[in-house]
């Protein structure tokens, strides 16, 4: 999944629900930035975490 990540998209990260939605910042050779509501920026390794993607955003 990582490998379809592009900047602009919301997703979660699968442990770590308390960080809220982030949204994808970059995605370079498979480390993934997000920017999350309650962790700030995060640089993920795409290849050991599978972030989730959100299609839907509660309003």
């Known amino acids: 999944m990582g490998s379809l990540l592009e900047p602009g ?7 770590r629900p308390e960080w809220g939605i982030g949204q994808v910042q970059s995605n370079v050779g498979g480390r993934v930035t997000v920017n999350f509501p309650d962790a700030g920026k995060v ?5 050991k975490v599978d972030l989730l993607p ?6």
């Open 9 to 15: 998209m919301l997703v979660r990260h699968p442990q």
């Open 43 to 47: 640089v993920i390794d795409g290849a």
């Open 54 to 59: 959100v299609w839907d955003v509660p309003s």
